[in-house]
C-alpha cells in the first residue's frame, strides 16, 4: 500500500520589498527584522513536528527561514533552485503600480494570468508551474510515509495550491498566502491533497512595532 508524504509547505518571512509590494522573482533579497521575528515564531511552532528533512529554496528569504527551523532539530537544509520564485524579468524590483504604469500591456496580461505570457528576462506561469512542482513532487517521493518541510515562495505555494485543488493557473486567487504561515498538503503518486492552509496563530501578536531597531 502505497504510503502518502505529509507536506509542511512555508513562505519565506516578510522582506522590505513585500512591505512595499515590489516583485522580487529571482532577486535576492533577506528577511526584514519582522522577517526573521516571524521565522522564529514559524520554528517554535513547529518544534514538535515530526520532520524528516526541510527542503528550500536558495535565496535568502527562504533559506533564513528555513535555517530558522532547520537549527531547532539539527537538520540540514536541502536547497533546491527548483524552489525559487518565479522569474519575473524586468518586472523585478518595481511596484504593482509602477509595473502598471510602465508597461501598461504587459501589466494587463500578467493580471489576466496568461499561462503562456512570459515578462522578457522570466518565466511564463506555465513554465514556473511545471518547474515547482516538480521539485516538490521529487522531494515528497524521496520520503514516503514522513514528514518533510518545503520553504519556498508565495507563487509557489500558489502553484502548490491549484495543484491541490484542481484550480487553472489563469484563475483568479481566492486564497491566502501569508509569510511564515503553515500549510499541509499529502503526496502521493497521484498528485497532491489540501490538509490545511495558511495557519498563522503562531504569529499572533507580532507586528513591526514588536522588532528591536
Known sequence: MEQATRLVVIRHGETAWNRATRIQGHTDIPLSDLGVAQAQ??????AEE???????????????????????????????????ERAFGRFEGLSWNEIEQTYPDEAA?????EPDFAVG?????????????????????????????????????????????????????????????????LATVDGFTLVGWNDD????????DDIAA
Open 41 to 46: 515564531r514559524l520554528a517554535g511552532a513547529l
Open 50 to 84: 515530526p520532520l524528516a528533512a526541510i527542503y528550500a529554496s536558495d535565496l535568502s528569504r527562504a533559506r533564513q527561514t528555513a535555517e530558522a527551523l532547520a537549527v531547532t532539530r539539527g537538520l540540514p537544509v536541502r536547497f533546491d533552485a527548483a524552489l525559487r
Open 109 to 113: 496580461r500578467w493580471r489576466r494570468r
Open 121 to 185: 528576462g522570466g518565466e511564463s506561469l506555465n513554465v514556473f508551474s511545471a518547474r515547482c512542482l516538480q521539485a516538490a513532487r521529487l522531494a515528497a517521493a524521496a520520503h514516503p510515509g514522513e514528514s518533510i518541510a518545503l520553504v519556498a515562495h508565495g507563487g509557489v505555494l500558489d502553484c502548490l495550491y491549484r495543484a491541490a485543488t484542481r484550480v487553472a493557473l489563469d484563475a483568479p486567487r481566492s486564497w491566502q498566502l501569508g509569510n511564515a504561515t503553515i500549510n499541509r498538503l
Open 201 to 208: 496563530r503562531h504569529l499572533a501578536g507580532l507586528g513591526t
